[in-house]
């Protein structure tokens, strides 16, 4: 049986889910076929239950839009298999936006049955929606979730009445706790095997005729008339509160996010030093030691143990130097991504980012552009228009390092002046600024004004912060070190061969007399090419001073997007748009960094 | 009045608003109460409750909903 999943989230896309994992059990060729669809508002936990349900690996985040695509799974219930669309979450049916116009299709194809997810904190939202997919005349299976939230927030609901008005199996749940969804699959095995349509319901009959906004006044009657609201404004409510206030939110955003460039920082360095480094100090003894007086002929020391040996370089480059950073940054922005805090920085940053032609949501993209630009360029798919989505790849393009070069540029500064890295990051900024005026004004059409729900604060369920951790620490091992690994291969074969003299040579003008590095450091600007922080890491080899350690930095930062970067874009924009951006971000780093190295020169940095 | 010429701690009825499905979707709809808690400064989004949750509306979009206000129901309240 092939498992076909082609999941896409924000942040972590591209990862072949069924890969991952294997379904929780292989349905027999007798077994029956239904298609189910997973159904319901954004953010109410729909992947989670996905997972769950199907046994594969995908991440999911606290706020909407980390589904961008069809996700697609396979799940046995009794003599049943079963295969489960994830759709994107939406509001309504109004065919408006991509995802309605997904789940509409979805709707035509006739499934077997619909599961409908609900969240118990907007039990009116979701009922809306629900009553709208329930006018289409499948059977459904409702499920409430985020039932613990809504009880720390006094909210009540009775789950018999509920059952009772929809007239179809109500099911409360908690997903991130949940393992089996027993419940689930029974109601589910019910539905099937009556293989018939439902009888639905005073409403199902009178919604085919009605309007959304009878929809509306009918889900708002419900939702009345099953939950029971206490009013106390609990210590979340105050949290979300204080996050969103126009002074204290801004002072929290200002600490938290100081507060997460410490951890991941501080904890970088010290798994460096306490873990990392000795370990890849074992191993590079290991190999040199041992292999060492086996090797006799010289090209083949030096391609396996040499200055750039394969069998040296990644432990000394990834091992040592990029992987805890990597590491630590994940394990920060899991974490902000989980708690919801995300979207509550969107907002208090919206005003900024509408002078950047963006609106405060395609702040996410951004962010997740710090953890891989991959995912941020797919990412990018919520925003609002067109020209937002170029605004937003361009900036993750030009100046957003990725976290694995981040790693690659503080170990390069390692025992420089704090202010080094600093200036960096504010030479990044101003790029990012120059690239979004300009874009603004070139790029044609309008930025609509942003319109967000913000989820509610919640303490990461370490179950799934966890697994969240696991996926993006095995996509950058297995998905990222291929190429890196394919980039030290190379530069120990243009080392090992003698090419790195005639490579350095042709690239002289360039390097050696606008940048002011030494020739050796051509290197960087060829395996930059397949990956970002390779842009970096050869730059670790040498002795620079103060200065060219400072340009070399500066270029591969906004040095062109890598190999799989290049890819992300010719597919979701265009080869030609692809072009244009690389090309910007060569011209765009050669430039800086030469003005820098000029600029020092005049003020007498060495 | 409009969403963003409003104050904060109000409750409000909308009484007009464009024509957008997502807005509709969220459950923006004339005759819908909200709570206006924040404005960020310098014409930034305005914050509201609607049904237990926030929502960030944009300033170009709160000024062309219209609201109405509603008698004072306690500081953050919502209605039963």
């Not at chain 1, 809306?128 to 499948?138: D, G, K, N, R, V």
């Not at chain 1, 704090?418 to 200036?423: D, E, K, R, S």
Request: proline share 5%.
């Amino acid at each position: 049986m092939i498992v076909k999943t082609t999941k896409r989230t924000a942040s972590h896309n591209q990862i072949p889910v069924a890969s991952l994992s294997q379904p929780s059990s292989e349905p027999s060729q007798s077994k029956q076929s239904k298609q189910i669809l997973l159904m319901g508002n954004p953010n109410v936990g729909k992947s989670v239950i996905f997972s769950a349900l199907t046994r594969t690996q995908t991440i999911s985040s606290n706020y909407a839009g980390t589904t961008m695509d069809c996700c697609k799974g396979i799940f046995s219930v009794d003599s049943f298999e079963c295969s489960l669309t994830d759709l994107p979450g939406i509001y309504s049916l109004q065919a408006e936006s991509e995802a309605e116009r997904i789940a509409l299709n979805e709707l035509k194809q006739k499934p077997d049955a619909i599961i409908c997810v609900l969240d118990a904190t907007n039990l009116a939202q979701g009922l809306h929606f629900a009553l709208e997919i329930s006018s289409y005349q499948i059977p459904m299976v409702y499920l409430l979730n985020l039932s613990d939230v809504a009880k720390s927030l006094g909210i009540s609901i009775d789950i018999a009445q509920l059952k009772k008005k929809l007239n179809a199996p109500v099911i409360q749940c908690i997903a991130v706790k949940e393992s089996d969804f027993t419940e689930l699959k029974s109601c589910l095995s019910t539905i099937l095997t009556q293989n018939s349509k439902p009888s639905s319901a005073s409403f199902q009959t009178i919604e085919m005729e009605s309007s959304s906004h009878e929809y509306r006044e009918d889900s708002k009657q419900i939702a009345k008339q099953v939950s029971d609201v206490s009013g106390i404004k609990t210590v979340r409510e105050k949290l979300e509160e204080i996050l969103l206030h126009p002074i204290l939110g801004l002072f929290s955003a200002l600490l938290i996010l100081s507060f997460s460039i410490i951890v991941i920082i501080g904890g970088g360095e010290f798994l460096i030093e306490h873990l990392s480094d000795p370990l890849s100090k074992i191993f590079i003894n290991f190999f040199r030691d041992s292999l060492s007086p086996l090797l006799q002929q010289a090209f083949l020391k030096e391609l396996l143990i040499g200055d750039y040996g394969v069998l040296v370089t990644p432990f000394e480059w990834i091992l040592a130097s990029i992987l805890p950073y990597v590491f630590m940054f994940y394990l920060v922005f899991s974490f902000l991504e989980d708690s919801g805090y995300l979207p509550r920085l969107c907002v208090l940053f919206d005003r900024l980012m509408n002078h950047m032609g963006l609106q405060g949501g395609s702040m996410i993209p951004i962010l997740l552009g710090y953890g891989c630009a991959v995912p941020a360029i797919i990412g990018t798919r919520t925003t609002a228009s067109r020209k937002e989505r170029l605004i937003a790849a361009c900036i993750i393009c030009f100046a957003v390092p990725c976290t694995s070069q981040t790693g690659a540029l503080l170990r390069l500064f390692h025992g420089q002046p704090v202010w080094f890295f600093l200036l960096l990051i504010l030479i990044s900024v101003i790029i990012i600024f120059t690239v979004s005026f300009c874009l603004k004004r070139f790029i044609k059409g309008e930025v609509p004004p942003m319109m967000l729900e913000l989820p509610h604060l919640l303490l990461p369920n370490p179950k799934s912060y966890f697994l969240k951790l696991k996926l993006r620490m095995n996509h950058f091992l297995l998905d990222a070190e291929i190429p890196m690994m394919a980039a030290i291969l190379l530069i120990a074969l243009i080392s090992a061969s003698g090419l790195l003299e005639t490579v350095s040579n042709f690239l002289t003008p360039l390097v050696v007399n606008w940048l002011g590095l030494p020739k050796e450091a051509s290197l960087a600007l060829i395996t930059g090419m397949i990956r970002r922080e390779m842009s970096v890491a050869p730059l670790l080899a040498l002795s620079l001073s103060p200065l060219q350690l400072f340009v070399g930095g500066i270029v591969s930062l906004l040095y062109l997007p890598c190999a799989s970067v290049f890819a992300v874009l010719v597919k979701e924009f265009n080869l030609k748009t692809a072009l244009l951006i690389a090309f910007g971000t060569v011209i765009n780093a050669f430039l800086v960094g030469g003005l820098v190295h000029f600029l020092g020169n005049f003020i007498g940095l060495v | 009045m409009k969403l963003n010429e409003s104050k904060i701690n109000r409750w409000y009825l909308i009484t007009q608003l464009p024509k957008l499905s997502l807005l509709k979707g969220m459950g923006f709809l004339p005759g819908e109460k909200i709570f206006v808690r924040f404005h960020q400064p310098f014409s930034g989004p305005t914050i509201v409750r609607l049904h237990h949750r926030y929502f960030a509306i944009g300033f170009a979009l709160s000024e062309k909903i219209s609201v109405q206000s509603l008698p004072k129901q306690g500081r953050n309240v919502e209605e039963k």
